[in-house]
C-alpha cells in the first residue's frame, strides 16, 4: 500500500484536504494525516519523524503558503514532497527532491505528479537529504537573524525578545528554534489572557529589540515603536476584518521580517526595512527515523473523535 502524507489544520480552506482525500481515494493510496492541535491527529513536534517515516511521499495541496517547513522536515527524512510550485518559496529556494505541479484545481496533474515522485522515489530521497544538510540546517540560515539584530539596534549582543501567543504550536516553535539555534539570549514571551502587564513593560523597557508575531492581536501592548519589528509569515495583512489593526502595527513598527521570500515581495510597498529570516531544520531531530506511528496517536483518541475522523476519510484502523 502507498503512504501518501498530509499535514495541516483540514478545517482550512485552503489547505485543500479534500483534494487530497479525493485523489487518494481514486487511486486507493493510503492517506496519512497529522492534523492541527483540537484536529484528534496532533502530533508532537519532536515525533514528526515518525511520521514522515512512514509516508511514501509527502503531498502538499495548500493554494498558499510562505515557508512550510513541513517541507523542508520532510525532505531532511528522505521522503519526497509533491507540491504546486506556486505554494510557497520551496520553487523559488531550488529545493531538490521535489515533484511541483501546476494546475492546483487538477486532481489529474497532481495524480500524475505523485505517480513521478513514486517513480523516482529513491533519486529524489537522496536529493532531498542532500538539499537540505548542505544549505537548509540552522547553521546555514542564523547570519540572518544576527544581521537582522545587530543592524536594527547596532550593537553586538542586543537584548531580543520575542513575542507569541502559540507557544505550543507554529511560532512558538519558532521561537524556541532561534534561541536554540541562533541566539541563546532571546527572551520569549507568551501573550495570552494571563499575561502580566507590568512585566510585560519591564521587558520591554529591558529589550532592544522585540520581535512581534501576532502583531493584529497586540495593539494594545504600546510596544516601543524604534524597538517594534513585526514578524510577517502570511497573508494576514491583505485580510479586510485586520485592516485598522494592520495600519496601526504599520506605523509603530520600525521594520518587518519574515521567513518567506515571497513574503517580503509583498511588502515592499511598506516602504519600511523588510529582513529575510527563514527558519532552519534541526537535523538532529529531522532525519530518517522511527518514533510514533499515525496509529499510536488514534488510540488516544476518544471513540467520538475516531467517528468525526472516520467520515472525514481518515484511515483510523
Not at 502559540?166 to 541563546?184: C, D, F, L, Q, R
Amino acid at each position: 500500500m502507498v503512504n501518501i502524507g498530509w499535514v495541516g489544520n483540514y478545517r482550512r480552506a485552503g489547505k485543500n484536504y479534500g483534494q487530497a482525500y479525493r485523489i487518494c481515494q481514486a487511486n486507493n493510496w493510503n492517506l496519512l494525516v497529522a492534523g492541527g492541535k483540537d484536529s484528534g491527529l496532533f502530533v508532537e513536534h519532536e515525533d514528526m519523524a515518525g511520521f514522515y517515516a512512514e509516508c511514501d511521499i509527502l503531498l502538499v495541496t495548500s493554494v498558499w503558503e510562505a515557508h512550510p517547513l513541513i517541507v523542508y522536515e520532510a525532505l531532511a527524512c528522505g521522503v519526497p514532497v509533491v507540491m504546486s510550485k506556486w505554494g510557497g518559496d520551496c520553487y523559488r529556494n531550488n529545493l531538490a527532491g521535489l515533484v511541483y505541479y501546476d494546475d492546483i484545481d487538477s486532481d489529474d496533474n497532481i495524480t500524475e505528479a505523485i505517480r513521478v515522485g513514486l517513480q523516482n522515489q529513491d533519486v529524489l530521497s537522496k536529493a532531498g537529504v542532500k538539499c537540505i544538510k548542505d544549505g537548509w540546517l540552522w547553521e546555514h540560515v542564523a547570519y540572518q537573524y544576527m544581521n537582522m539584530f545587530e543592524k536594527l539596534t547596532e550593537r553586538r549582543k542586543p537584548n531580543v525578545t520575542f513575542l507569541t501567543n502559540e507557544m505550543e504550536w507554529s511560532w512558538g516553535y519558532m521561537a524556541k528554534e532561534i534561541k536554540k539555534h541562533v541566539y541563546p539570549k532571546l527572551t520569549i514571551m507568551s501573550l495570552n489572557n494571563k499575561t502580566d502587564m507590568e512585566k510585560l513593560e519591564k521587558v520591554f523597557n529591558k529589550s532592544d529589540l522585540i520581535l512581534n508575531h501576532p502583531w493584529h492581536l497586540t495593539s494594545n501592548l504600546n510596544i516601543p515603536p524604534e524597538k517594534h519589528v513585526l514578524c510577517v509569515n502570511g497573508p494576514a495583512f491583505l485580510n479586510p476584518a485586520y485592516s485598522e489593526e494592520w495600519i496601526h502595527a504599520l506605523e509603530s513598527c520600525r521594520a518587518i521580517s519574515s521567513v518567506s521570500r515571497h513574503v517580503i515581495d509583498l511588502l515592499r510597498f511598506t516602504g519600511k526595512p523588510l529582513f529575510y529570516a527563514t527558519r532552519g531544520v534541526d537535523i538532529k531531530l529531522f532525519k530518517p527515523s522511527f518514533y510514533r506511528t499515525n496509529g499510536d496517536y488514534l488510540e488516544e483518541q476518544d471513540p467520538d473523535t475516531l467517528e468525526r475522523l472516520g467520515e472525514l476519510g481518515v484511515n483510523t484502523c
